[in-house]
T-cell receptor
Framework: GEDVEQSLFLSVREGDSSVINCTYTDSSSTYLYWYKQEPGAGLQLLTYIFSNMDMKQDQRLTVLLNKKDKHLSLRIADTQTGDSAIYFCAPLRGSYIPTFGRGTSLIVHP | EAGVTQFPSHSVIEKGQTVTLRCDPISGHDNLYWYRRVMGKEIKFLLHFVKESKQDESGMPNNRFLAERTGGTYSTLKVQPAELEDSGVYFC?????????????FGSGTRLTVV
């Protein structure tokens, strides 16, 4: 299997919460990042969590980390149409290299 | 502060031709990374420079790919000769130190199409 796995698509209604899940294989990852890619644009760092944390909140974003299960999630509260994009979780491999999966396409409809 | 700049943004070449992609990292960032996303697949790590030295090139697909970083500033990624399976989006990223403490800044990518 792949080192980082995410569902390929998520569809939500505007105003609802979105939860994007990620599982990874490298238990030594110290930092775990979430990146967002809008159409035609590069990867934008959204938030990150350090491996000794269980949760991190940043405005509408909540990151949950279950290190035992190697599971990471990103919750977006009050999802807006402008949140439509591809979201990538990227745990750090070794000390220096973020490792990406295929990403989750979030589709927000009115 | 200017971000990571990549050019060209798009390139369409014929199989067998040569293409050179360029990445200008954020000024002062010693660490530079190349990634590639083939359609429908994951964003795959290619290699990592620290200044002008290749720190990790474990992701380079084969010897048709040559990456350089002269003087530790901008980097080029040359594909010669290009094959159809080289099509994809090539991303470059830079970071101030090893990256973990400061994050990684990505460019907008170069979309390469080999026909």
């Amino acid at each position: 299997g792949e080192d980082v796995e995410q569902s390929l698509f998520l569809s939500v209604r505007e105003g609802d919460s979105s939860v994007i899940n990620c599982t990874y294989t490298d238990s030594s990852s110290t930092y775990l990042y979430w990146y967002k890619q809008e159409p035609g644009a590069g990867l934008q760092l959204l938030t990150y969590i350090f491996s000794n944390m269980d949760m991190k909140q940043d405005q509408r974003l909540t990151v949950l980390l279950n290190k035992k299960d190697k599971h990471l999630s990103l919750r977006i509260a009050d999802t807006q149409t402008g949140d439509s994009a591809i979201y990538f979780c990227a745990p750090l491999r070794g000390s220096y290299i973020p490792t990406f999966g295929r990403g989750t396409s979030l589709i927000v409809h009115p | 502060e200017a971000g990571v700049t990549q050019f060209p943004s798009h390139s369409v070449i014929e199989k067998g031709q040569t293409v050179t992609l360029r990445c200008d990292p954020i000024s002062g960032h010693d660490n530079l990374y190349w990634y590639r996303r083939v359609m429908g697949k994951e964003i795959k790590f290619l290699l990592h420079f620290v200044k002008e030295s290749k720190q990790d090139e474990s992701g380079m697909p084969n010897n048709r790919f040559l990456a350089e970083r002269t003087g530790g500033t901008y980097s080029t990624l040359k594909v010669q000769p290009a094959e159809l399976e080289d099509s994809g989006v090539y991303f470059c990223a830079s970071s101030q130190d090893a990256g973990a403490n400061y994050g990684y800044t990505f460019g907008s990518g170069t979309r390469l199409t080999v026909v």
